[in-house]
């Protein structure tokens, strides 16, 4: 009987470990998530190369697809996009 209950007392501390674990890992991930510091905006066209600014520039208003905002930090090293030429000055 008494390895029986060890076996079971053993087997829960083992389990309640492992959901901490578990909890620890998203709690990772949670902190790992790029805060967005500045917010601009994409064309989501396929042929689109720059972010902008604002929702108002020039060129973004040719935009045939969707608009959508983004942070900055994203749009540059995940899809490469350059700041819009209208809005560099």
């Known amino acids: 009987m008494k390895k029986i209950l060890s ?3 053993s087997m829960f501390l083992g389990f309640s470990g492992f959901s ?3 909890i620890e890992k998203k709690e990772d991930q949670k902190s790992k998530k790029t805060i967005c510091k500045k917010e601009v905006y994409i064309c989501n066209s396929t042929a689109s190369k720059t972010y902008h600014l604002t929702k108002k ?4 208003k040719k935009c045939k697809d969707s608009i ?3 942070c900055k930090a994203k749009v540059e ?3 490469g996009r350059l700041l819009c030429s209208f809005e560099k000055n």
């Open 7 to 9: 076996f079971v007392f």
């Open 20 to 22: 901490q674990e578990k």
């Open 57 to 60: 520039c020039g060129a973004l």
């Open 68 to 70: 959508r905002p983004i």
């Open 77 to 79: 090293k995940k899809f």
